[in-house]
């Protein structure tokens, strides 16, 4: 399930909902960006 967030109200948003009209549902700014996961850095031993 691909998530967007909106960079004026931080909301999450689904994909089902960007695809019928690109804007945010809650505040209607058309600013939306997929949050990017964080990687984490192990050391070899």
């Known amino acids: 399930m691909v998530v967007y967030n909106c960079l ?3 909301k999450e948003i689904k994909h089902e909902i960007v695809k019928k009209r690109v804007r945010c549902p809650y ?3 058309k600013i939306l960006y997929k949050p990017r996961t964080t990687s ?3 050391e070899a031993v």
């Open 8 to 10: 004026e109200c931080q």
């Open 27 to 29: 505040c209607g700014s």
């Open 40 to 42: 984490a850095v192990i």
